[in-house]
């Protein structure tokens, strides 16, 4: 273990110091885009998913990208690349080629081309398999879910939530930054850090989902360093459910199973516990009397398992609560990083609505006559700006203006309920097989004031 000594020595030395930050780019770590590189170029990630057929190494597909960015002479922006066809190895394994997460430096600096990027690459295959789920006796209720990360199911999640620029990425760099002073063996009584993260906020803002969404993340990024990752889902309801005295032992059994996983130190091991605070209010309540006394046994049991939990390297507690005021449960108030959710911004939510509509064009529900897409925000606003607009603009910029009024008009409505809009305002068309855009988004907006007048009903 490093003494004072060893970090500064370190420090004082220029060419170990290179070498160190060279490692990191190496080994890929908190691969953000405000990061700079040794040589000052931007970390930014690239994700190459593997076809669930394929066998090849990842060391052999990683080359094989690193090359292929080399050849290619391009912006850098969030999203998918192409997939190239002339060349066979990786056309025959690879599925998809996406970058990530430059979204914090374009909004800053606009552009990100070629020669300023250093790309991390990493490979991934998805996990088909399913939740695995264990019976916590009722039949009814299971006590825990656990997955394979990355899994089938998260693909996609990630960028699918909206917030505005900077929260996922403060999260990923917050969760980035612990696994690497664990992996460097960072001594915590030097510098303290924990590997716990709350998310607080109102119903419907996707806590739940950032949560699963982030440890498929890290699992992606932290593949070369850890084969396993796996997330375990604690439904801590379940664990209150009738059969009390069931519950010790389910609570033993869980945290059994999540020991052996986190022994292996090859494993990476996701824990989230979802609506947090009903551990506190069932411990509440059973001291008052109101609830039987063994339900304390069980809050308390878990309580504690938690926090003998979070001394091991490899684990990464994620913790959800709809109450921001302070949760009265030890493991949750010692969380290094608790981020407010907050209902989404106008900018998010035109582009949840923008990958709604997208998605309905795609799948043909809403007709595109004239193959339009529509702008993204900040395009939306810059064009808006200048006076003129050239004729092939005017149709997707009209589109586009009418979506920015849906989305003004969903002020107050959650980011749930802003993705169950457009299934609503689809049954309300009267011809539900044949509707053009401009046609559906007056529904959309229709619906939307209808929605906010009944939840203030
Ligand atoms: N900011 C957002 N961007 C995109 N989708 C969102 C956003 N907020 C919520 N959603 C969508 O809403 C749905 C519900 O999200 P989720 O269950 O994660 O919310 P939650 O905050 O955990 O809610 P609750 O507090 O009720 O448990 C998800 O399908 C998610 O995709
Ligand atoms: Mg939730």
Redesign the pocket.
Known sequence: MSSPMDVSLQHASGSRELCKLEGVADHPGPSSPSMPAADDKVLVSVEVCLKPSSTARAEDIRAAIERMLEQRSMTYVNGPIPVPVDDSFLFENVKRIRICDTDEWVENHRVLLFWQVRPVVHVYQLSEEGPGEEPSGDDMLSSFNEWILPAKEFDGLWE????EVGLKQRLLRYAASALLFTERGVDPCLVSWNRIILLH?P????????CKALAQKLSIHFKSRYSWCQLVEVNAHSLFSKWFSESGKLVAKLFQKIQEMVEEENNLVFVLI??VESLAAARHAALSGSEPSDSIRVVNALLTQMDRLKSWPNVIILT?S?ITTAIDIAFVDRADIKAY?GP?TLQ?RYE?LRSCLQELLRAGIVTNYHDVSLLNYSSLKETMHTSETAGELERPLHLSRLLLEAANACQGL???AL?KLPFLAHSALTNPYTCEPSRFLHTLIETARRELSEQKA
């Open positions: 699918s939530l909206v917030y906020g119903p419907g803002t996707g806590k739940t989902s950032l979802d609506e959800t709809n959710v989404p998010a949840i959650s980011g749930r993705r």
